[in-house]
């Protein structure tokens, strides 16, 4: 099964939960026109999917419709707290994040959520929970 139909299983499997998409911007190496099609497929299968756009922190909170130009930088500093601990104020339930995994875990971080780790390449990461989908 390609990441495609798996992703869409994954968003259709979170059907009753409230969900979030978010993505790591603290780079410019993804492949962009896929992150617009992520979030595109998010928009069309839950409209207005809350969408978190952070590097080493939130820098924008959105939704999928409403999401237009999005700025990626060039640093390559990320942490996942701020945008993981959004997650658990908001009552997210299962949360995708866009990301390579090379940025920072505050290591007393406790997520009681679904986190899938999207990961824009085929480099396989060790994650401190959750779940990996390659991008490729």
Not at 108 to 121: A, F, M
């Amino acid at each position: 099964m390609n990441w495609q139909k798996q992703l869409l299983t994954l968003i259709n499997k979170s059907e009753n939960e409230k969900i979030a998409l978010a993505i790591d911007i603290s780079t410019d190496e993804y492949p962009i026109e896929t992150i617009r099609n992520i979030i595109s497929l998010f928009e069309e299968i839950r409209e207005k999917t809350p969408l978190v756009l952070a590097d080493y922190k939130i820098r924008e909170i959105t939704n999928t419709k409403s999401a237009k130009n999005i700025t990626f930088h060039t640093h390559g500093r990320a942490s996942y707290t701020e945008a993981l601990e959004w997650g658990q104020e908001n009552g997210i339930k299962n949360l995708f994040y866009i990301t390579d995994v090379t940025g920072h875990f505050w290591e007393e971080l406790k997520i009681d959520y679904k986190v899938t780790w999207l990961i824009p390449d085929d480099f396989k990461p060790h994650v401190p929970f959750g779940r990996t989908l390659n991008l490729v």
